[in-house]
């Protein structure tokens, strides 16, 4: 039985895309922020592993072809904010400024608390990128010398948290400007944030994926420098 | 064979990042440049909207299904996550509401300024 999955070219695959499609339907009959697609696929996989016996290599190594389109996927990120190129131009300085400074404080944060609890250098290098996308993150992790799986991991953790806090944390701290509201959102929580924001409004939607864009951009640069730093 | 030229044009410029990414010295995942690529082709008009729309929003439609493989891959590291459970929480929680209150409070007071000038 066991062999039957170890040779199998798609089980990895068709799993993750099953539970995925469940993720989905259970998102769309309880719209509740932590009612996630990637978060209940995610369960579900090691649920049905763990049942069965499966170890991760197994599930691993045709599951493994789902990352190959994370590359042509991040690349089309270029569309939405192409879309939104009027209002980039038009709040341009704004929008640079305020997620260069975000970035800042984040990475800041994660330093000093990192300090703070004495945590590994491999934690914290893993944890730097944790506020932008998935496909970036693990990239920047790679590079600097974290350990991606763990990058992954927070990348989903921040953004699942983010889109649940982001509505209290504006309401807090007076942040009400549409193109503010998205740029945050954005910069703080990703992809998971992003789907939040479009549900709050266009603007903040739109603002959101371009925060995304500018968010790994700027990590990026600066996530190897603060890696020197620890 | 719309969506099929739509999908080339979108692998070419991933194969280029990844070229990029292979002769720079720059930490830059392959990903990111393709992205700049695509973008400044856009600006610059060389590609235009239609000839890749369809495929780049199917892609970002399916794009979080493309992490689960990373996400479960979290079961082989459990022990290293456990270890550091506290940090981790208060990293990601206070991280989360900084990186939100800096970058909402700037760009709310810098659009409103331009606006009062």
């Not at chain 1, 959102?185 to 992003?194: D, L, P």
């Not at chain 2, 979108?10 to 720059?26: A, C, Q």
Request: overall charge neutral; hydrophobic content about 55%; aromatic content about 8%.
């Amino acid at each position: 039985m066991n062999e039957m999955f170890i040779n199998s070219v798609y089980f990895g695959c068709a799993l993750s895309l099953i539970c995925y499609w469940i993720g989905v339907q259970t998102a769309k009959r309880f719209p509740v922020t932590i009612c996630n697609p990637l978060l209940i696929a995610s369960i579900l996989v090691i649920v049905v592993l763990a049942a069965g016996s499966i170890s991760f290599e197994t599930y691993h190594q045709s599951a493994e072809k789902l990352t190959w389109l994370l590359t042509p996927a991040t690349v089309s990120l270029a569309v939405p904010m192409y879309r939104e190129v009027q209002l980039l131009r038009k709040n341009l300085a704004a929008i640079l400024v305020s997620l260069f400074s975000g970035c800042v404080a984040g990475m800041m944060t994660v330093w000093g608390i990192g300090r703070l609890f004495g945590v590994s250098e491999e934690l914290y290098l893993s944890l730097l990128p944790k506020s932008i996308t998935t496909a970036i993150a693990m990239g920047v992790s790679e590079e600097i010398g974290g350990v991606p799986t763990v990058t992954v991991g927070m990348v989903v953790f921040t953004g699942l948290l983010g889109a649940i806090i982001v509505k209290t944390v504006c309401r807090l701290f007076r942040i009400t400007h549409p193109i503010a509201v998205g740029l945050a959102c954005g910069n703080a929580a990703h992809a998971i944030g992003t789907s939040k924001a479009l549900e709050i409004g266009e603007v903040e939607g739109a603002m959101s994926s371009l925060a995304i864009v500018a968010a790994g951009i700027f990590t990026v640069v600066l996530a190897p420098l603060m890696g020197m730093l620890y | 064979m719309k969506s099929f030229f739509q999908f080339m044009v979108i692998l070419l410029f991933s194969l280029i990042g990844e070229f990029l990414h292979e002769l720079l010295p720059f930490p830059i995942p392959a990903s990111v440049y393709g992205l700049v690529l695509l973008f400044i082709s856009l600006l610059a008009g060389v590609i235009k909207l239609p000839q890749i729309e369809e495929a780049a929003d199917f892609l970002l439609k399916i794009m979080p299904a493309l992490f689960i493989p990373s996400v479960v891959k979290l079961m082989t590291i459990r022990d290293l996550l456990w270890e550091n459970i506290v940090p981790i929480l208060v990293i990601v929680l206070t991280t989360t509401v900084v990186v939100m209150v800096v970058t909402g409070q700037v760009a709310q007071w810098m659009i409103r300024r331009h606006k009062e000038l």
